[in-house]
C-alpha cells in the first residue's frame, strides 16, 4: 500500500500491556520510528529501530520489525495512565526522504 | 522539549487576515519542516527547507508562503484562509545526513480560521 497503516484506537487496562501495530510501506526504509503526542503538545520522538535489527528494547519499551510483513510494533510494558496519547509510526523511505507518518493509534489507559 | 519553539500557541483569525506563524530551532539542525495535523488525517507535509533548499508539497494553496531566512528560522505566512485551514501547524527540524535523522518538532500553533 502506499499509506502507513494503525488502527486508530486501543484501550488497555493500567498495569497491563500495550501492543501498537503498523505497517508501513516500503521494504527498503532504513529508519522506523515511534513517536507520542499528548493532548495540546508536538509529536515527542519515542523510540527508533534500525531496518537490520529485529528487535529493540529500551525500559519499558519493545520495538519489533518484522521486514518480510513491513510490520513494526511498540509494546508497553505495565501501562500507566500517563501513556495515553496518540502513537505514530513513521518510515524514512529510500532517498533519505522526509518521514512518511500514519494517521496514529490513540491509546486510552483504564485506571 | 525545548529545542524547538513556536509562536503563538494559539492563533484565531478571519478570512481577510494576514497572520505570520513562526519557529525557532536550537538544535543545530539544517532541514526545517511545516506539517499540517488535521482531526482524522495523517500528517501533511507542507513545505521543507533543507540545505537552503526549499521543497514544497504542490497540493498546499498559495495562501500559505513559508519563509526561512537562516538554518534556525522558519517562518509560515498566511492571507485570505479557509474554515478548512484550520487545524495544528507543526514545525519541526532535523539534520540532514545519510542514516538516522529523525524529526523533532515544536508544540504546534493551534489555528482557528473564523
Redesign the interface.
Known amino acids: 500500500g502506499e ?2 497503516e494503525q488502527s486508530l484506537f486501543l484501550s488497555v487496562r493500567e498495569g497491563d500491556s500495550s501492543v501498537i501495530n503498523c505497517t508501513y510501506t516500503d521494504s527498503s526504509s ?2 522506523l ?1 515511534w ?1 507520542k503526542q499528548e493532548p ?6 519515542l523510540t ?1 529501530i ?1 531496518s537490520n535489527m529485529d528487535m529493540k528494547q529500551d525500559q519499558r519499551l519493545t520495538v519489533l520489525l518484522n521486514k518480510k510483513d513491513k510490520h513494526l510494533s511498540l509494546r508497553i510494558a505495565d501501562t500507566q495512565t500517563g501513556d495515553s496519547a496518540i502513537y ?1 509510526c ?1 518510515e ?1 523511505k529510500a532517498g ?1 526522504t ?2 512518511v ?3 496514529g493509534t490513540r491509546l486510552s489507559v483504564i485506571a | ?1 525545548t529545542g ?1 519553539t ?1 509562536t503563538p500557541r494559539h492563533l484565531v483569525m478571519g478570512m481577510t487576515n494576514k497572520k505570520s506563524l513562526k519557529c525557532e530551532q536550537h538544535l543545530g539542525h539544517n532541514a526545517m ?1 511545516w506539517y499540517k495535523q488535521s482531526a ?4 501533511e ?1 507542507m513545505f ?1 527547507y533543507s540545505l537552503e533548499e526549499r521543497v514544497e508539497n504542490n497540493s498546499v494553496p498559495s495562501r500559505f508562503s513559508p519563509e526561512c531566512p537562516n538554518s534556525s528560522h522558519l517562518f509560515l505566512h498566511l492571507h485570505t484562509l479557509q474554515p478548512e485551514d484550520s487545524a495544528l501547524y ?1 514545525c ?1 527540524s532535523s539534520q ?1 545526513r ?11 500553533t493551534r489555528l482557528t480560521v473564523t
Open positions: 499509506d502507513v532504513t529508519y520510528y513517536y495540546g503538545a508536538g509529536l515527542q520522538l527508533y534500525f505514530f513513521a524514512v533519505n522526509p518521514l507518518f500514519g494517521k | 522539549e524547538v513556536q519542516y482524522k488525517k495523517p500528517l507535509l521543507v507543526l519541526a540532514v545519510e542514516g538516522n535523522s529523525p524529526l523533532h518538532f515544536g508544540n504546534g
